[in-house]
């Protein structure tokens, strides 16, 4: 289950600041979750809506773009994982500016986009787990192709020489593991 923790980039009239729901809110979606056998992952661009979701017990946190330290303390301590589908911005705003897409969204994309890595970077370093997701079902899913052609999460994680996590494990699929190499 995914819940919208706080607002989005792609969603006209939001601010990815701003926190959606209560902790406890999200932690009764947890709950409940569980009481399923399943569990929830929080979309979370707003650095209180990543430290209510974590704090709350959601499994992982998609996008992640205002990380803070404390945020990442906490993603750490709770073992929760970070799909930051990073390219996404380099994908919005080559194909928005071309396409012409709402200056609003364009706006927030670029708000967004180096904070989002600088926050990646810091989370990868300080032993987040890392998945691997695309935001399927927005437009920018298309950056999927252009990250599997070496453009988006696996180089950073390379170049800071860091293990690619199993992103598997994060859903609770049995995969193997592996680094990834130059070439």
Do not use: C
């Amino acid at each position: 289950i995914k819940i919208i923790a706080t607002g989005a980039v792609l969603t006209a009239g939001t601010n990815p600041s701003a926190s959606e729901y209560t902790e406890e809110e999200i932690r009764a979606a947890v709950e409940e979750a569980a009481n399923a056998g399943t569990f929830v992952t929080a979309h979370a661009h707003g650095v209180e809506g990543i430290k209510r979701a974590v704090r709350a017990g959601v499994r992982s946190i998609e996008h992640a773009s205002y990380l803070d330290d404390e945020g990442i303390a906490l993603m750490v301590k709770h073992g929760t994982w970070l799909v930051a589908d990073i390219y996404n911005g380099d994908y919005i705003a080559e194909i928005g500016k071309r396409d012409g897409w709402p200056a609003e969204v364009l706006r927030k994309n670029d708000e967004t986009t180096g904070t989002q890595r600088a926050g990646f970077q810091k989370a990868v370093r300080a032993g987040v787990r890392i998945a691997y997701g695309t935001d399927d079902a927005t437009p920018a899913t298309e950056s999927l192709r252009l990250d599997l052609e070496g453009r988006g999460h696996e180089v950073l994680v390379v170049a800071d020489g860091v293990d690619w996590p199993d992103a598997g494990r994060a859903v609770g699929e049995a995969v193997a593991t592996g680094r990834a190499e130059v070439g």
